[in-house]
């Protein structure tokens, strides 16, 4: 079966993360630098399983910033473009210092509340958390079980690019990984997806640079969108629990988000495999309660 109306893919980290280098092992190429960002650039993937054939659009950005980008994309403006995404792909260097894995944790949850806003807790996206290599050899170190955890707080699969083989699971791990993980999902988008078009550069106003205009593509569309047209975002404490509940709200919403990783992260498993992992992944969410 053909997919004809594929959702996409957005594959994004801090500049310097790793995304091009991630691509081109999964797909086997990547879109050219033709500026200091990747910001912007749009890439294909043609898939081919025994179930149907695709290709998949993937969409690029950077988060230099983690509080603009997440204001920028909890607008309503943002929220028709992060409905169509079917996975998200964030890369990091494996990190050095505690510092560095305090912005980890940051970047994840701003992509959490940027799919919760959109999508609500039941967005079916594939989320998955590739740790790239680092130049600089890591030494905090974390097992595998401490980065499936923290990672699935925020309703994401921790993918280590450079691990082989399998897992106790019986999951092809490293790159690997990510390919199994994302071929497993369900693909197919409404009619018209492919279509998915942003407002061009005039009726934006001028709040564009001509560099932006020279890179006006899909998903660097979006961020333009997001960040000419209309007033200031909202808050990001709107709608935020009174400080009494704030603590029971936060727990709440982590449960939620660990909930909906177990679902993704079997999918694809063999029954037997599938049944041992999600009996395992509920009674450690009991531990939490």
Not at 114 to 135: F, H, R
Not at 137 to 150: I, M, R
Not at 200 to 219: I, K, P, S, T, V
């Amino acid at each position: 079966m053909e997919i004809r109306h594929p959702r996409r893919i957005l594959a994004l980290g801090a500049p310097d993360a790793g995304v091009l280098a991630l691509l081109k092992d999964l797909t086997g190429s990547a879109p050219d630098l033709v500026t200091d960002t990747t910001a912007g650039l749009s890439h294909e993937w043609q898939v081919s399983t025994k179930y149907y054939t695709a290709t998949l659009p993937i969409w690029l950005d950077e988060i230099p910033n983690i509080s603009e980008w997440r204001t920028e994309f909890t607008k309503p403006e943002a929220r028709e473009v992060v409905s169509v995404l079917g996975a998200w792909i964030f890369c990091f260097r494996k990190p050095v210092t505690s510092a560095h894995l305090d912005t980890i944790k940051e970047t994840l949850r701003a992509i959490a509340d940027v799919i919760e806003k959109a999508c609500g807790y039941g967005g079916d996206q594939v989320c998955l958390a590739v740790a790239m290599p680092q130049s600089t050899t890591p030494y905090l170190e974390k097992s595998a079980e401490e980065w499936d955890e923290l990672c699935m707080e925020y309703g994401f699969e921790f993918v280590d690019v450079e691990a082989k083989g399998k897992n106790e699971f019986g999951e092809e791990m490293g790159i690997k990984r990510v390919e199994d993980a994302l071929k497993a999902h369900e693909w197919d988008g409404e009619e018209g997806d492919e279509g998915f078009e942003f407002l061009g550069d005039e009726e934006f106003g001028e709040g564009l640079d001509a560099e932006e205009r020279e890179m006006g593509n899909e998903m660097f569309g979006l961020k333009m969108a997001v960040n000419g047209v209309g007033g200031d975002g909202e808050g990001e404490g709107e709608g935020e629990a009174e400080e009494g509940g704030e603590d029971q709200v936060e727990e709440l919403e982590k449960l939620m988000r660990k909930m909906v990783a177990v679902k993704d992260t079997s999918e694809g498993m063999p029954e037997a495999e599938r049944k041992r992992f999600a009996a395992k992944a509920v009674n450690d969410l009991m531990k939490d309660l």
